[in-house]
């Protein structure tokens, strides 16, 4: 499945900015999907993910209660919406798909299709 990221800029401490990530195939219902961001020079960490349906989903502890992940099958895409973002949160911000029950969700290596990221900047 082909992936684009979208929805990245540059906002002060404590704004919102909503991430989506589309894709035009057909089995987009077919894949669990997240969230990951790697800051300069500093490694990609796990972020977000959802279920194939939508009704579960899983954070890291640093987004936690800011972040939202969320999905439209209809619509062929996953969101990602940060509240109260912080200069720490600033990061190129990567959706990818992964099959169910392939591995652990956390693990971007279990991910098997990556958009081509979006950066997200936050000012201080």
Known sequence: VQLQAS??????????LRLSCTTSGRTFSSYAMGWFRQAPGKQ???VA???RSGGSTNYADSVKGRFT???DNAKNT??????SLKPE???VYYCAARRPNVGTLYDGRNYESWGQGTQVTVSS
């Open 7 to 16: 929805g990245g800029g540059l906002v002060q401490t404590g704004r919102s």
């Open 44 to 46: 990609r960490e796990f």
């Open 49 to 51: 993910a959802i279920n």
């Open 69 to 71: 992940i969320s999905r």
């Open 78 to 83: 996953v969101y990602l919406q940060m509240n």
């Open 89 to 91: 949160d600033t990061a």
